[in-house]
């Protein structure tokens, strides 16, 4: 993406926060911190806190750990993640150092092997993948100028449009385009290009390398991150009280005070007001709740007797008739030794699947496959489906920032209130958000800074 930068050395990730952690010990008024939700934001600022020499309590509303990092276990031979799967660029990221401490297996996504089927389910052949990169090219070009001259904030897909002479394309241009805007943007972002803000969306930074899979599951983090912490599964927090020095957070089952407490909450949450804040919270906070959005990514996982598919290639793409739908392919065999294939639904799209039963959303999977391979493609021997955007623990997938939104909103999210309670999860980082590497570094951040 345009904006979008590397960071080529980290090291302050990690060697920067421990030295934080060091000087914030020295200086340690031991508290009690309640720290609700534990998602991996959540963990990281019980441990940053445990370490500094608080007593602290994770209230998680789930009966799990984890939050949207929830690896399945459906398939003993084969645990797959139904949420966070892959390492983003794990070059000085954190997460790899804790991957490795955990001492799980990882293997490399490529990015780069892929094949796209057009709507007929043909591969490209020379001249349509040159024709697919002449057209990218253009959108991307159309983004940049647009950031470059825009006055007011707009959509993505408006900026593309009067970018690349959208009307006067053919019929096979737009849906090409289509199928690259949802591949490019709407997949990357979880957000309608309809909705993405031209402006700011790809704001955020990225760590270098090749992507990183857990074969065994991203749960190995969590699990690591969890051990020796008082964690209580069951709690769903309903409100959040500051009276004097003291915070109270009532639970469906009970009340618990502390001095403090970190909110891990994810952003769909906050904003559905399912928990309630008194007093209520600032008019800066609550803009930042209200204006940014959750976008929805949702899996598809097909398992097979055998492998039918061009198992040599990581990712498969194909262009569907109606924009959004089923375009986007990952073949697992290769990192699970198993006959596992994905398919991901972003945005708009993502959404509406969520409110179709499991039997037809595997037959529309299967309709794209065999549109792909031929009709003698054999029913999966099984399946798991993801609805992030129905989970009220999440209410969505990860952060993105809409047109009118602006990454100030991100750091008014992360504001503590009155220094009683603070905030951590991906979308208070406006550094690395919608990553598990944000949401982690956002969770230590909160830790410290309640020092």
């Given at each position: 993406m345009n904006r979008r930068e590397s960071v080529m050395?980290?090291?302050?990730?990690l060697l920067g926060l421990a030295g934080a952690v060091r000087r914030a010990?020295?200086?340690?008024i031991p508290r009690k911190v309640i720290v609700v939700g534990a998602g991996i934001s959540g963990l990281a600022a019980a441990?940053?806190?445990?370490?500094?020499?608080?007593?602290?309590?994770?209230?998680?509303?789930?009966?799990?750990?984890?939050g949207r990092i929830a690896t399945s276990g459906l398939w003993a031979d084969a645990p797959v993640d139904h949420g966070a799967s892959w390492i983003h660029g794990p070059t000085n990221n954190p997460i790899t150092a804790l991957a490795r401490q955990a001492g799980a297996p990882l293997v490399t996504t490529n990015d780069n092997s892929m094949i796209v089927y057009d709507t007929a389910g043909k591969?490209?052949?020379a001249a349509?993948?040159?024709k697919l990169e002449v057209l990218r090219t253009a959108i991307e070009g159309a983004v940049t100028r647009g950031q470059n001259t825009l006055r007011t904030d707009a959509t993505v897909q408006s900026v593309i449009e009067a970018g690349t002479a959208w009307q006067g394309r053919s019929a096979q241009d737009q849906s090409w385009m289509r199928y690259l805007i949802n591949s490019d943007y709407e997949q990357e972002y979880g957000g309608s290009s309809n909705s993405l803000s031209a402006l700011w969306f790809d704001q955020d930074s990225e760590f270098s390398g090749q992507d990183l899979y857990f074969t065994k599951g991203y749960r190995s983090v969590t699990d690591l991150l969890a051990q020796g912490l008082a964690i209580q599964t069951g709690q769903v927090v309903t409100r959040i009280r500051v009276q004097g020095a003291q915070v109270f957070v009532d639970t469906k089952t009970g009340t618990f005070t502390a001095d403090r407490v970190v909110v891990t909450l994810p952003l769909g949450v906050l904003k559905s007001g399912a928990v309630q804040f008194l007093p209520a919270l600032p008019a800066a906070k609550l803009a930042a709740i209200s204006t940014l959005r959750m976008g929805i990514l949702n899996k598809c996982f097909l398992r097979f007797k055998s492998v039918f598919w061009a198992e040599k290639y990581d990712w498969l793409g194909y262009i569907p008739a109606l924009n959004g739908?089923?375009?986007?392919?990952?073949?697992?065999?290769?990192?699970?030794?198993?006959?596992?294939?994905?398919?991901?639904?972003?945005?708009?799209?993502?959404?509406q699947v969520e409110f179709s039963s499991d039997a037809m959303i595997v037959q529309e999977a299967m309709a794209t496959l065999r549109r792909i391979y031929g009709a003698t493609v054999p029913d999966p021997v099984g399946y798991q489906i993801t609805r992030w955007g129905n989970d009220p623990f999440s209410l969505g997938s990860y952060s993105y920032i809409p047109v009118g939104a602006k990454p100030g909103m991100m750091d008014a999210l992360a504001a503590n209130v009155n220094r009683m309670i603070y905030f951590a999860g991906e979308a208070t980082n406006r550094k690395y958000p919608a990553t598990v590497h944000g949401a982690y570094l956002s969770g230590v951040r909160a830790g410290t800074e309640l020092v």
């Open positions: 050395t980290g090291g302050l990730s010990r020295s200086a340690v441990r940053t806190l445990v370490s500094l020499g608080h007593s602290v309590v994770v209230l998680e509303g789930r009966t799990r750990i984890g591969p490209l052949d349509g993948s040159k739908r089923w375009a986007e392919w990952c073949s697992l065999s290769r990192q699970t030794g198993k006959p596992i294939l994905v398919g991901f639904n972003a945005a708009d799209y993502g959404g």
